[in-house]
Every structure is written in structure tokens, then in C-alpha cells.
């Protein structure tokens, strides 16, 4: 796809940003469309090829002709592109705005255009007339428009059934092609008539490095003109038998919007500092990341893979001292948490909570099945069932107090996968039932059971301050205030640690018995050390492996999450206009600002610029409401008065801590969807990546003509 403007030289989308509109599907005014556009190259394309991959700018079109409301420019059914840069004769040689500006002049203009035309030979009415160059160029741009719609599809180009005997003889990609050609593409079809195949495996495999290529050169060129960016990475996955790590930057682009990309995946093998470095010379070196302007880092990564993930932050950090480490807005504080302890009852907990959430979302029928078990349980207390059953309707395990409600609905959980399992009037299938069946054996393990009480009772202590700090400007603002006391009460725990575990380890028992499950020390550990059942209280062994580790980790994290210099980034959220109205008897934090210093155009004037900004919203008019969002705040128009504000609130807008808001955040839900919606013997990197970016503005006929420089030797290829 075409995310730029089709007319040749056209700056729309650089230094002046447009609306690009869609080509006509009418095949008149489509055909209109082109040779208003003077685009040789355009004339083959059917309507339906122009209408799905090339646009025109809203520069081109009278302003009678766009209506425009509060959100979008949309474009009138009987719209035609009137306005063209010319080059202007003789003296200057600059460029002008040229405007058709009379019926008589349009008539005559077709006229030529259609005598031109009529002269013109296409590759569909003779493809053996186009030199062989540009043949050869036509025939590369069908095959990358196959392969882009197979990105924005998700479609794997090859089967699980091809072989390299076979090449792609069976495959879909070859599926399209041959429909391609039986539609009339007869640059596709000349192709086949000399080699017998359009495309070979080795083929396809350089197409999709030259489209990787070129979309991450497009990514890096968005960056690096934007400066300051943040890096952050997401939870490891496994393609082809080996592990990757996704990688995003957020950073805030020249229309003072937050932006998130997905850059890629980085091979995940090895150890320690040796992988770090690896992970560091591949985006430095090879993606070309200018790592000086990184202002912030989150990553999120399960027990297993945590150390790993720990040493490159580390090294991040050591290199690189801005890069401050922080949250990650789309992972709850308490999850985060709860998937960097590398406890087997923990991750025994975290999994089965996956587990869950996979099992509910198979069926509605499933959902209701728990809610019944809900009313089950409590039978008094409506309004409580009415509450557990709304949460549970939404994504509940991976909410800030998902080990709060877990904990209230074990036993019916537990009732509820019985049922299914037990599959008494055979409304299940087999996968069903096996998957109720290992939740089942999960729910009654007593190293279960006790994980989860004790994750309940250290997490509601991080829990109000994990959800301000998700929340809006002001609540991110409180919660910054509040987490010395958080830190406080987690540091009293932890010296009280005999007399809190003691009335954890008391829930638990209690809560298996209602569950009839036997309190036990894990099997695991009785194998490990050769010692005998009863030999080790439970008691004493889930203080010392479970609770005690539990509370250290979090209050270590906290600490490390939450650095003076991300506190000081959170707390420059004061110049959000809502925060200055809501502590107005405040002064301005010029230390907290002051860590920006170093990037802002005029630390000098950095003072008195701050107490102007100050005054400003602290004294705004009667009846005049003030942003309350950081996104409002940057799109003020006269925040350009204040550029050292306006740089602060940019450098604030980078931090991976803030959510972001729903326009902003389409990148990583797709990312999350590729992931969750493909089948595992489908997944490919490269097609993920394409798939996430196809929204990357770049042009099939660059595209073609790197190929070119990369591949020059086309019989080979």
C-alpha cells in the first residue's frame, strides 16, 4: 500500500501534512484520477488496484470538494483532483501553483490526454512492447503487491504442506499469482510462459528482506527526525524453535502526537553480558539506533527469561545513564510484578492464570458456566455475585487485582472446571475437557493456593498506586506522591515478616480445606533435597521460599521501577494545565524540571519560562477549562510561546510509564493480536512484521528499485 501521495514530487506528508483519499472505485472518475495525475505509469492499473493502493493528497483538490468535521477530512463522491505544481518558464525557475480554471481548458486537457494515451502501449495491451527493464519492473511490483496484502492479511505465503521440492508450487502465495494472471495481469503471465513459475522460494524470501528492508529503513527515518525516543520490549516469543525479542520505540512526533512502532525482533540466544551486548550491537549497528537520544526503558519478561532481561537493562543503563529504567504502560504494575519472580509457585500461579484466561475465551457458554458457579457460591450476597460476574466479563486476569479476585472466585472456579470436566450431559468436546481438567489439577495444589494468597496480600499494597500511576495526569501525579508510603508499609512487612506470614499461611490452609486440597510442601523440592514427607513443615518452607522472596523482589523492583530520576520525569506532569489548577497554592517543581535540562533549547531562560507557564494556568479565566491530559496540553496552540515547556512535555510524552491513549496504541494491539490469532506453525517474524507496519508510508517503485541494487542478477533471482 501506498501511504503517500501518488503524484510525483509531492511533499504532502513531510514539511505539509495532508489527508490522502483513496482512488475512486468509478472506473471513469478513476480513470479521470490518472491522467489528472500525468502518471504514465498508472495507466494499466485497474480500479480496483488503484483504489486499494494509491491515494492523492488533499493539497490537489479545491476546498469546495473536502468536507471536513471534527475528526476526519472526508472527500465528495464527485470530487476530481484540479491543483498541480508546474515548473514555471523562464525567469526564476521556481515552482507554482498551477489551477485548471475553466471547463474549455479541462476539455482540451482530457483531449490531449486521451490522444497521449491512445499513442501509449501498456503491459495489458502488449506487454511485449515495454523494454525489458521496465518489463522486469512491473513484473517485481506485482510480486511485492501480493506480498504486501499478504502482510496486512496476515496470510502466510507458504503452507505447512510445502516442500523445497515442490517449491512454491502449493502455496498461497503461488495461489494469488495464478489468479493474477487469470485476471489479465500479462506481465505475470509472460513471466510464466518462460520460466514455468513466477516466483521461486529464494525468490520470495529476498522479496520479503527487501520490503523488511525498506519498512525498517522508513521506521528509523520517523525516529531519528523526531529525536528523543524511549525503547521497549515485550515478552519473549517463540517462532521456528527458537526465542525472540519484540522490540518498540515510542517517541513524539512533529505534530506533538505520541507514537509507537514495532521495530523488529531480535534473536534472544545466549547468556549474560554476552547476549547484551549482542541485543545492543544489533540495534545500534545493524538498525542504525542512535541509543545517545534514548530517554527511557520497560521491559517485561516472565521469570524464566528475567535475569536475562535484567542484564541488558543493566547494560543499557551502564552505556547509555539516560535511559532511565521504567514501567511499562501496557503491563499492570501488579502483573509485572508478579512476572519477574522467578518462583515455581508464583509462575505456577501466572501460568495457570494464561491458562484461564485462554480456556473463558473458547466459548460464551464457558463464561456463563462460571457465572452460575458464581451465584452458586453465593447465594446471599447478590450484589457480590453481580460484581464478580462483571469483572469476570472482562479481561480479569490480567487486571491490577487479579490475585484479589482470584482468591474470591477460586471456589467456584474450581466448581465451575469440575463441571466442564466432568462433561456429564456431554456438551464439551475432548480439547475442552482436557483443558478444564489441567486448570483443575492446578487449582488444587496447595503451592497453588498459597502463591496466590500470598501475591493478594503483598500486591494490595502496590495496587491503588499501580492503577494512578496507568491513570490520568493527576492521578499519575498522586500516585508519585504516595509511593514513599507504599515503600514504607512494604518495608514493615518485610520486618514483620514472621507474624504476617503466619496469618497468610492461616488463609491458605483454610482456603484448601474448603477446596479439600492437602496442605503439602511441593514434591519438586521434597525430590530435590531427598527428604522425606512431614520431614519439613509447610509453614516454615513457604516463608522461606515463597513469602519472604515475594516481599524482597517487590520492594527491590519498586525501588528500581521508580528511581528518582523517573520520579522527577513523573512529577514534571505539574505543568499539565489540571494539575496546576488542582495545587494551586503549589510553586512550580523547577527541580523536578531541572533533569531535563541538558535537553531543553534554553536552560537558561528555563526559570522564569516555567513561572510564566506557571501564572498563566494557575490564573485562567472565568468559565475556561484547562487540559487535562498531557496530549491536550501539547496540542495547545500557544505552547510554542514556551519552548522549553514544550520541550519538557515532550520529553515527558516518551516515558513508557504513561498509557497511551487509543489512537496511539494500535501498534501493539496488533502485535498482540498476530500473536494471540496465529497458529504457532504460522508465526514468522518477518511476516509479523509486516503485518504490525503496514500503516508505514513507503512506495512500491523505490521498493522495486532497491530489489534491483540488492539482487541485480535476475536470472538468478
Not at 503471465?189 to 520490503?211: F, G, N, P, T
Not at 480445606?513 to 496442605?519: D, G, I, K, S
Not at 519472604?548 to 528511581?563: A, D, S, T
Amino acid at each position: 500500500m501506498q501511504n503517500r501521495c501518488a503524484v510525483l514530487n509531492c511533499a504532502s506528508g513531510k514539511s505539509d501534512p495532508q489527508p490522502l483519499f483513496r482512488f475512486p472505485h468509478d472506473p471513469e472518475r478513476s480513470k479521470t484520477w490518472v491522467e489528472k495525475c500525468q502518471r504514465q505509469d498508472l495507466l494499466d492499473k485497474s480500479p480496483d488496484q488503484l483504489y486499494r493502493y494509491y491515494r492523492l493528497c488533499g493539497k490537489h483538490f479545491e476546498t469546495s470538494s473536502i468536507h471536513n468535521d471534527a475528526q476526519s477530512a472526508v472527500l465528495k463522491d464527485d470530487a476530481i483532483p484540479t491543483i498541480f505544481e508546474v515548473q514555471s518558464q523562464p525567469q526564476n525557475g521556481q515552482v507554482k501553483r498551477h489551477k485548471e480554471m475553466s471547463k474549455d481548458d479541462e476539455t482540451e486537457s482530457k483531449g490531449r490526454k486521451k490522444s497521449k494515451k491512445s499513442q501509449a502501449q501498456t503491459p495489458k495491451e502488449d506487454a511485449q512492447a515495454l523494454p525489458e527493464e521496465e518489463h522486469y519492473k512491473e513484473y517485481l511490483k506485482s510480486l511485492f503487491e501480493v506480498l504486501v496484502l499478504f502482510g496486512e492479511q496476515s496470510i502466510p505465503p507458504t503452507g505447512p504442506g510445502d516442500n523445497k521440492q515442490d517449491g512454491l508450487r502449493s502455496s498461497n502465495f503461488q495461489a494469488l499469482l495464478e489468479y493474477r494472471m487469470n485476471c489479465g495481469d500479462e506481465v505475470l503471465k509472460k513471466r510464466y510462459d518462460v520460466k514455468k513459475e513466477c516466483c521461486s522460494s529464494a525468490q520470495l524470501s529476498h522479496l520479503i528482506e527487501v520490503l523488511e528492508t525498506c519498512i525498517h529503513s522508513k521506521l528509523m527515518e520517523e525516529v531519528k527526525q523526531n529525536g528523543f525516543f524511549s525503547l521497549l520490549t515485550d515478552d519473549l516469543v517463540k517462532m521456528s524453535g527458537e526465542w525472540y525479542l519484540p522490540v518498540f520505540l515510542r517517541y513524539v512526533d512533529q505534530s506533538n502526537c505520541q507514537q509507537e512502532r514495532f521495530v523488529g525482533f531480535l534473536s534472544f540466544e545466549g547468556d549474560g553480558d554476552t547476549l547484551a551486548e549482542k541485543l545492543l550491537s544489533e540495534m545500534t549497528d545493524k538498525w542504525g539506533l542512535d541509543m545517545e537520544q534514548c530517554r527511557g526503558q520497560a521491559h517485561s519478561c516472565s521469570g524464566t527469561h528475567f535475569s536475562k532481561i535484567k542484564t541488558f537493562a543493566a547494560k543499557v543503563m551502564e552505556r547509555y545513564p539516560m535511559a532511565v529504567v521504567t514501567l511499562r504502560s501496557t503491563h499492570t504494575l501488579n502483573m509485572s510484578l508478579a512476572n519477574g519472580m522467578a518462583l515455581s509457585g508464583v509462575q505456577l500461579v501466572m501460568s495457570t492464570l494464561r491458562k484461564i484466561e485462554s480456556f473463558f475465551s473458547q466459548s460464551p457458554s464457558l463464561q456463563l458456566e462460571l457465572e452460575h458457579a458464581i451465584s452458586i457460591f453465593f447465594p446471599d450476597k447478590e450484589e457480590k455475585a453481580k460484581e464478580l460476574k462483571e469483572i469476570c466479563q472482562t479481561s480479569w486476569t490480567r487486571r491490577n487485582d487479579v490475585f484479589e479476585v482470584t482468591v474470591e472466585i477460586l471456589e467456584a472456579l474450581l466448581l465451575c472446571v469440575d463441571s466442564v470436566h466432568d462433561n456429564e450431559d456431554m456438551r464439551w468436546n475432548d480439547e475442552v475437557t482436557h483443558s478444564a481438567l489441567e486448570i483443575s489439577k492446578a487449582l488444587t495444589d496447595f503451592e497453588f493456593v498459597i502463591s496466590l494468597v500470598v501475591l493478594k496480600n503483598v500486591m494490595t499494597l502496590t495496587q491503588a498506586f499501580g492503577k494512578n500511576v496507568h491513570g490520568k495526569a493527576t492521578d499519575v501525579y498522586f500516585a508519585v506522591a504516595s509511593l514513599k508510603a507504599v515503600l514504607h508499609s512494604l518495608n514493615e512487612v518485610s520486618d514483620n515478616i514472621d507474624v504476617y506470614h503466619e496469618f497468610w499461611n492461616d488463609e491458605a490452609v483454610n482456603l484448601a480445606a474448603a477446596m479439600e486440597v492437602p496442605v503439602k510442601v511441593p514434591r519438586s523440592f521434597l525430590r530435590k533435597h531427598q527428604a522425606e514427607s512431614g520431614a519439613i513443615q509447610p509453614e516454615s518452607y513457604y516463608k522461606d521460599h515463597l513469602s519472604v522472596p515475594v516481599v524482597n523482589h517487590v520492594i527491590k523492583e519498586m525501588n528500581e521501577l521508580f528511581c528518582e530520576d523517573h520520579l522527577k520525569a513523573l512529577r514534571c506532569l505539574s505543568l499539565v494545565p489540571a494539575v496546576i489548577e488542582q495545587h494551586k497554592s503549589a510553586e512550580p517543581d523547577e527541580e523536578s524540571v531541572q533533569v531535563f535540562k541538558n535537553d531543553i533549547p534554553n536552560a537558561g531562560s528555563l526559570s522564569a519560562e516555567l513561572h510564566c507557564w506557571w501564572v498563566k494556568w494557575s490564573k485562567k479565566g472565568k468559565g475556561e477549562i484547562s487540559p487535562s491530559t498531557l496530549l491536550e496540553t501539547l496540542q495547545l496552540a500557544d505552547v510554542k510561546f514556551f519552548p522549553n515547556m514544550l520541550a519538557v512535555l515532550r520529553l515527558i510524552g516518551i516515558l513508557p510509564t504513561l498509557a497511551l491513549d487509543d489512537r496511539s496504541d494500535v501498534v501493539y494491539k496488533r502485535f498482540k493480536m498476530y500473536m494471540e490469532n496465529t497458529p504457532e506453525k504460522f508465526k514468522s517474524k518477518s511476516l509479523a512484521f509486516l503485518n504490525i507496519n503496514d500503516d508505514v508510508c513507503y512506495d512500491l517503485d523505490t521498493t522495486v528499485e532497491l530489489y534491483m541494487k540488492m539482487y541485480p542478477d535476475r536470472e538468478e533471482s
